[in-house]
């Protein structure tokens, strides 16, 4: 997601605004231009006092200009023709009484959190190109899982075992495993993961390199690995530590080059 000239609406020059503008231009610095100017009323001043923000200066931004608009309102004003999200966040400025500050807060609160996961996503490296999404969890009754879940994906069961059961959907593109909850430890090794699935080798080489240029965790490096299912795969974390496996499949030239000893092949 690219963007330079944010621009924030509701249906007026309310308290939604002027705390959304502050607290992005807080966030995103001078890389930004932030509009619009918005007057801050003693409420939305005290709450981002408490956060060591000031509130906005007056903006030079003119809407027409720019290139993401964000309605803090699902009837805040048409715009043109700049992408457009909609965040619908209270309007503190509704609530009286002893509440009236804990509503600021918390509208101040969910427009931080939403800004800074918007500010996350604006440079992020350039992406893979999956083919397949897999995903395991644990379930206590196997049997009742893969009934419940043959519903819910409207396909039936690949396969099957006494520990885990296997559904593929190729109209949503995924491998789903559901597997037996039996107490003991959850890692990769158990199929608990998530995971996907690229075309080949070297798109597996590629984004091992790109995933350490990206910065993010590298768990295991690019191998081709033969025991069980044959794969090139690498293994990341992502920010909470969870284990995600980025594989491809092996073609029969590739698979023929088994090694006897079935030991892994670094790839970078």
Not at 217 to 233: M, V
Request: no cysteine.
């Amino acid at each position: 997601m690219r963007f330079e000239r944010l621009l924030f609406l509701a249906p007026a020059d309310d308290a939604r605004t002027a705390l959304a503008v502050a607290l992005a231009r807080s966030r995103f610095g001078g890389a930004v231009r932030v509009g619009p100017s918005a007057p801050a009323s003693e409420d939305v001043v005290r709450v981002l006092a408490e956060l060591g923000i000031e509130p906005a200066e007056p903006s030079d931004l003119d809407p027409a200009d720019a290139d993401l608009v964000i309605a803090l309102s699902p009837d805040a004003p048409p715009t043109g023709n700049a992408r457009r999200l909609t965040w619908s966040v209270a309007d503190p400025s509704r609530t009286s009484g002893e509440q009236r500050l804990q509503a600021f807060r918390a509208t101040r609160d969910a427009l931080r959190q939403r800004i800074d996961v918007l500010a996350a996503l604006r440079d992020v490296p350039e992406p893979l190109a999956p083919i397949e999404f897999h995903a395991s969890v644990r379930v206590p009754d196997l049997a009742a899982a893969a009934r419940f879940y043959t519903w819910l994906l409207g396909v039936e069961p690949r396969e099957w075992t006494h520990r885990y059961v296997t559904f593929v959907s190729e109209p949503l593109r995924t491998n789903f495993v559901v597997l037996v909850d039996d107490g003991l430890p959850l890692h990769q090794d158990t199929l608990y993961h998530l995971g996907i699935e690229l075309p080949d080798r070297a798109a597996v080489i590629d984004a091992h390199h790109r995933a350490l240029a990206a910065g993010w965790t590298l768990h295991k490096p690019a191998r081709t690995t033969w025991r069980g299912t044959p794969l090139h795969e690498l293994w990341l974390k992502d920010p909470g530590g969870n284990l995600i496996e980025v594989y491809a499949r092996l073609t029969e030239a590739e698979l023929a080059q088994m090694p006897d000893d079935k030991e892994p092949v670094f790839l970078a």
